[in-house]
């Protein structure tokens, strides 16, 4: 008796089974065979994937299209760009001081509640990144600013709940990197207003890309007063335009690591590794400074006295 296997059921068959899968498990089904792996690789398999993970990605842009619509993007792509972490051994050798950087960059956010499988926002942000002002400039993009607050549902749930995911896309190759660790790293409170700050970060090329909520409850509703996202170097300086664009075409431009549970928590002890590292760096800055103050002192004094003493022996 003939044995069968699954590629003889019919295509369309096979296709619509394969339209059910995650990403994840496409990707593993697409190398089993040949056959799986070219029904596998329907664009609008992985671009209905990608919709529905990150439906921000189904927003229009100013030029009437979305991302996804952007001739240099293609859903497998962007889905195994943006899907995984990217990789701790970022350098920003892989991007070439004379490389040509991005004029443009867009992100694509989205906001949920502890993995619900649809967002509570989700928005897209184009940023045009060629002028020598946003090259000179501190990185920072806003998703939500204060004067237009986004406001949620209901306040049924803590802000340490919420996850986020943050791609920023580069049009022009078509590349992407997911630059949030998904679960929040920290939940602050601010000082002055008592908005809740719950922070997202990846450490990539020594530097820190970290996207900040802002939430505040106002009658019973959980409003996002901002979203935005910024850099930081090691020594908790901001990054410039140009310097936070060489750091996000090597990350695009480098290797994944595997994702899932196991690498948020890696992101959450790598945030934790950075502001421990920038806390260390002050504090010895700060004992180099009270040294250098002590030694500016002690000459000081050396030389008043010296100067006393040829006045009183003369």
Same mark, same amino acid.
């Given at each position: 008796?003939?044995?069968?296997?699954? %590629?003889?059921?019919?295509?369309?068959?096979?296709?619509?089974?394969?339209?059910?899968?995650?990403?994840?498990?496409?990707?593993?089904?697409?190398?089993?065979?040949?056959?799986?792996?070219?029904?596998?690789?329907?664009? %609008?398999?992985?671009?209905?994937?990608?919709?529905?993970?990150?439906?921000?990605?189904?927003?229009?842009?100013?030029?009437?299209?979305?991302?996804?619509?952007?001739?240099?993007?293609?859903?497998?792509?962007?889905?195994?760009?943006?899907?995984?972490?990217?990789?701790?051994?970022?350098?920003?050798?892989?991007?070439?001081?004379?490389?040509?950087?991005?004029?443009?960059?867009?992100?694509?956010?989205?906001? !949920?509640?502890?993995?619900?499988?649809?967002?509570?926002?989700?928005?897209?942000?184009?940023?045009?990144?060629?002028?020598?002002?946003?090259?000179?400039?501190?990185?920072?993009?806003?998703?939500?600013?204060?004067?237009?607050?986004?406001?949620?549902?209901?306040?049924?749930?803590?802000?340490?709940?919420?996850?986020?995911?943050?791609?920023?896309?580069?049009?022009?190759?078509?590349?992407?990197?997911?630059?949030?660790?998904?679960?929040?790293?920290?939940?602050?409170?601010?000082? !002055?207003?008592?908005?809740?700050?719950?922070?997202?970060?990846?450490?990539?090329?020594?530097?820190?890309? %970290?996207?900040?909520?802002?939430?505040?409850?106002?009658?019973?509703?959980?409003?996002?007063?901002?979203?935005?996202?910024?850099? *930081?170097?090691?020594?908790?300086?901001?990054?410039?335009?140009?310097?936070?664009?060489?750091?996000?075409?090597?990350?695009?431009?480098?290797?994944?690591? @595997?994702?899932?549970? @196991? %690498?948020?928590?890696?992101?959450?002890?790598? !945030? =934790?590794?950075?502001?421990?590292?920038?806390?260390?760096?002050? *504090?010895?800055?700060?004992?180099? =400074?009270?040294?250098?103050?002590?030694?500016?002192?002690?000459?000081?004094?050396?030389?008043?006295?010296?100067?006393?003493?040829?006045?009183?022996?003369?």
């Amino acid at each position: 008796m003939p044995t069968t296997t699954v %590629e003889d059921l019919p295509a369309d068959v096979l296709a619509c089974a394969l339209r059910r899968l995650d990403g994840p498990s496409l990707a593993a089904a697409s190398c089993a065979t040949a056959g799986l792996r070219a029904l596998a690789a329907d664009p %609008e398999t992985w671009r209905a994937l990608c919709l529905a993970r990150w439906p921000s990605l189904g927003l229009e842009t100013s030029l009437e299209r979305n991302v996804l619509g952007s001739p240099a993007v293609s859903p497998q792509r962007l889905f195994a760009d943006a899907f995984p972490f990217p990789s701790t051994s970022t350098s920003t050798d892989a991007a070439a001081a004379d490389q040509c950087l991005p004029g443009e960059l867009v992100s694509a956010v989205d906001v !949920y509640q502890n993995g619900a499988p649809r967002p509570l926002f989700s928005r897209v942000v184009e940023t045009s990144t060629s002028s020598s002002w946003f090259l000179a400039s501190p990185f920072r993009v806003d998703a939500v600013e204060c004067k237009d607050p986004a406001r949620m549902a209901s306040a049924s749930f803590s802000p340490s709940e919420l996850e986020l995911s943050w791609i920023v896309v580069d049009p022009r190759s078509g590349r992407a990197v997911n630059v949030s660790s998904r679960r929040a790293v920290a939940v602050d409170r601010h000082w !002055y207003t008592g908005e809740t700050l719950v922070r997202y970060a990846v450490v990539l090329g020594g530097s820190k890309f %970290e996207a900040t909520v802002t939430c505040s409850e106002e009658a019973g509703c959980l409003s996002l007063r901002e979203v935005s996202l910024s850099v *930081e170097d090691a020594d908790g300086a901001a990054v410039s335009g140009e310097g936070s664009l060489r750091l996000l075409e090597a990350a695009m431009e480098g290797p994944r690591s @595997k994702g899932g549970d @196991k %690498e948020r928590e890696e992101a959450k002890r790598r !945030y =934790e590794e950075f502001v421990r590292s920038k806390r260390g760096r002050k *504090e010895s800055k700060a004992r180099r =400074e009270v040294l250098v103050d002590l030694c500016c002192s002690a000459v000081s004094a050396v030389a008043v006295l010296s100067f006393l003493a040829s006045v009183v022996l003369r």
